[in-house]
């Protein structure tokens, strides 16, 4: 690939990343049983409606939103569930959280779908398809569950494009191809048009979308008013909504209880190392750095302590956080009687976030060498999962 090839890739930065029959699919993975079966989930009181169906389920013509009445006709063999919400909600956040590995701007549409705005993390990534094929693979490796992806230049484009890419698809629409993709579709699938809107639009003889995008703007809006002019501007693809996140963490941490209590020097460090090592990957792959470096420490008898420091500059390195988080580690288990040193939770976070890369600011551990492997590792961690690599070597020199 140019480097001109992947340019014009960037022009497509928008991802909307929607779970393949998302509440199906977790009542699958709960009960492998029910793999391969028509899966319908929803309410089963005499006017519930469907919520979910698997694959399997809408080969017999189940939607989503159909009266579970009607689905149990269709599909005579399905196997009909309550939905359990809990469940759903446990995958959900589970989920997000891999979404906010990749970016930092992540906006949740519902528990099963959300867009990213991947310009955030320009450096981890060659491209956004390939950001995309990684990010649906993360999510089957740590969830089980099938993602569909859409790349495209804008909100609009990429909803369009995950819907279309299902399912267990990633569809991306490049810049110069928007009229090409969007032209033949029907009006139906312009934002906002409901049944209403598309019986006006027919009977002024739109049925595609390149019909509403060859119309007059005056005469849609005399049919439709001021939505008529949106309209417009997303029949020419053209949408200039922002992908805005719900909330901005207040900090980035990990943490562990070990199986069994951590009482030697060198498991105890080893162990920080790999905390320090998770969140600094974690802080890069949002595109932030932060300031205060924490850390929490649990006994075996469940007392929990923890410290902090500010630092005059920010990090986003393993080896800048597990110095500072080494000496809190070392100075707060210099305080207990050495029989009472027994561990058993470590955490390590980061807080007073800021956006990275700090331009100008010094990092503290900024030595080129280490920056450009930390950044390798974020990919192969990507890839492959966070146990995939480590600092083994680190470990050796103390
Ligand atoms: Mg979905």
Known sequence: MTPSDAERLWLSPILHADLDAFYASVETLKDPGLRGRPVIVGGTSGRGVVTSASYEARRFGVRSAMPTAQARKLCPSGVFIQPSFPAYIAKSIQVKEIFEEFSVAVEPLSLDEAFLDLRTARRLWSDPPTAAEAL??????????????????????????????KPDGVLVVGADRVD?????LPVGHLWGVGEQTEVVMRRLGLRTIGDVAACPPEILERALGSHGAGLAQLALGRDDRKVVPDQVARSVGAEETFQRDLSEPTQILGALLKLSDRVASRLRGQGISGRTVSLKVRMPNFETFSRSRTLKCEVDGATGIYGVARELLEKFLESKPPGNRKIR??????????????????????????????????????????????????????
Not at 180 to 184: D, G, Q, S, V
Request: hydrophobic share 45%; with cysteine; charged share 25%.
């Open 136 to 165: 649906k693979d993360r999510v089957m490796r740590a969830t089980g569950l099938v993602l569909s992806v859409g790349v495209a230049p804008n909100k609009f484009l990429s909803k369009l494009a995950s819907r279309m890419a």
């Open 180 to 184: 090409e993709f969007l032209r033949p």
């Open 345 to 398: 939770l470590l955490g390590v976070s980061v807080g007073n976030l800021c956006r990275w890369p700090a331009s100008d600011q010094m990092i503290l551990d900024r030595r080129p060498e280490w920056g450009a492997a930390e950044v390798a590792l974020d990919r192969v961690r990507l890839r492959f999962g966070e146990d995939a690599l480590g600092f083994g070597a680190l470990l050796e020199d103390g």
